[in-house]
């Protein structure tokens, strides 16, 4: 079965950082572009940051400088380093196969393709 998991959320305090995990299972990852989203309580989901190769990525406004997406396809993995966290990105985590838009050099948007989600990683950042 075709499935993403999410973990390495936590408790950390503000100003951490936290080093978040996808890893895919029942599928080839090097085939999609991945994105990162974030629920907050009584929100939709809205999209964090998105992969299509190392090159190529999109963040959001807030998230800008502060944190990284990477794949690494031979895990089949990606990940999203979070640095400088602050407590009202409290929220819970999520990935998700993508389609982007923009051009390989920028992308300026990115929207999840599935609505298949996994239970995703919560991420508290409080003192």
């Known amino acids: 079965q075709a499935q993403l998991v999410e973990s390495g959320g936590g408790l950390v305090q503000p100003g951490g950082s936290l080093l978040l995990s996808c890893q895919a299972s029942?599928?080839?990852?090097?085939?999609?572009?991945i994105g990162w989203f974030r629920q907050f309580p009584g929100k939709e989901r809205e999209a964090v940051s998105c992969i299509v190769d190392n090159k190529t990525t999109y963040y959001e406004k807030s998230v800008k400088d502060r944190f990284t997406i990477s794949r690494d396809d031979a895990k089949n993995t990606v990940y999203l380093q979070m640095n400088d966290l602050k407590p009202d990105e409290t929220a819970v985590y999520f990935c998700q196969t993508v389609g982007t838009a923009g051009d390989p050099e920028r992308l300026t948007a990115c929207w999840a393709d599935s609505d298949q989600w996994g239970q995703g990683t919560q991420v508290t950042v409080s003192s």
């Open positions: 029942g599928f080839s990852l090097y085939l999609y572009s």
